[in-house]
C-alpha cells in the first residue's frame, strides 16, 4: 500500500472510530474578559489533535474546560459520548449539576499539567498509586506493580523511591504521564508539558509522548512544540483570541496555510 493509500486508510478509520471528546461551541468568561468564543473540536480514538496559537490565546483554558478545571459558561462539553450537565448558580454563573458525574468524567481523563504537579511529601511511586488506590478503590498491591510497570515504561524504574525534590524537571515530568496513566484513561490531556523544562530536558519528555502517540493513544495537546506537532499530530487546531483560526492536517497547516494569522504566526515561530 503507497503512502497515499495508507493516509486515506487511516483518515477513514478515524471518521468512523468512536468519539472520544467533543465540544461544542464553547465560550468561556472571567469576568469582562471573553477568553473562548465558540470553540468547537472532535477527537476520535486514536486522534493526537495538538492545539497550537499564542499567549492569551485561549488553549490552556480550552483544556481546563474539558476537565472540568473550569466551568464553561455556555456550549456543550461531551467525554465518552456523555455530556457534562452544567447549572446557574444563584449568581448566574455556571457549575456542575453533578459533581459524582464530574469525577467519573475525570477518571476518564489523564491530566499532565505544565509544571508536573507531583504531591512532594509522596515517594514517586506513592505519587503514582495515589488515585488509583484512594479514588479508584485498586488494591494496593494491583496498584503498585501496575505503577511500576508504568515507572519502567517512562524510563524512571530505578527511581520509585525518590522524592520529587531529587528528580529533574525532566524525570518529575515523566513521572507525571506515569501518574497519568495510571487510572487507564480514555483520553490523555497535556497542557503545555515542555514548557517548564530546561531545553536539554524537553527531548526525553517528548519521546515520551511521542510514543504513547504511536502506540494509537487518544491526546489532546496544548504544545509550543511545532516540530512535534508537525510529526505526531493527526490534526492541529490553531487558536486565534478564543476562536478557531484554521484547523486541518498536520501537512496542510503547516506547510499550506490559509489564514494569513496563521501565516505569520508560523513565520514567527519558525
Not at 86 to 110: C, F, V, W
Request: with cysteine; proline share 4%; glycine share 8%.
Amino acid at each position: 500500500m503507497g503512502a497515499s493509500a495508507e493516509s486515506a486508510a487511516g483518515s477513514e478509520a478515524r471518521a468512523i472510530a468512536p468519539e472520544a471528546i467533543h465540544v461544542e461551541n464553547l465560550h468561556k468568561k472571567f469576568g469582562d474578559l471573553h477568553v473562548l468564543k465558540g470553540v468547537s473540536l472532535s477527537a476520535r480514538d486514536g486522534d493526537v489533535i495538538a492545539i497550537i496559537g499564542g499567549s492569551g490565546s485561549g488553549k490552556s483554558t480550552l483544556l481546563r474546560c474539558i476537565n472540568c478545571l473550569e466551568n464553561p459558561t455556555s456550549g456543550v462539553v461531551r467525554v465518552n459520548g456523555e455530556e457534562i450537565r452544567m447549572k446557574a448558580d444563584s449568581h448566574g454563573n455556571t457549575q456542575p449539576a453533578d459533581r459524582r458525574q464530574i469525577e467519573r468524567i475525570r477518571s476518564r481523563l489523564g491530566m499532565v499539567f505544565q509544571n508536573f504537579n507531583l504531591w512532594s511529601h509522596m515517594t514517586l511511586l506513592e505519587n503514582v498509586i495515589e488515585v488509583p488506590v484512594h479514588v479508584l478503590g485498586v488494591k494496593p498491591e494491583v496498584a503498585t506493580a501496575e505503577a511500576e510497570k508504568l515507572l519502567a515504561r517512562v524510563g524512571l524504574a530505578e527511581k520509585r523511591d525518590v522524592y520529587p525534590a531529587y528528580l529533574s524537571g525532566g524525570q518529575q515530568q515523566r513521572g507525571a504521564i506515569a501518574r497519568a496513566l495510571a487510572i487507564q484513561p480514555r483520553v490523555m490531556l497535556f497542557d503545555e508539558p515542555t514548557s517548564a523544562l530546561d531545553p536539554e530536558l524537553v527531548g526525553e519528555v517528548l519521546k515520551v509522548i511521542g510514543d504513547l502517540a504511536r502506540e494509537g493513544r487518544t491526546m489532546v495537546l496544548v504544545t509550543h512544540e511545532m516540530k512535534f506537532a508537525r510529526e505526531v499530530a493527526t490534526h492541529v487546531v490553531y487558536l486565534y483570541n478564543g476562536v478557531v483560526e484554521e484547523e486541518g492536517p498536520p501537512d496542510a497547516i503547516f506547510n499550506a496555510p490559509r489564514s494569513e494569522r496563521l501565516k505569520q504566526f508560523i513565520r514567527n515561530i519558525g
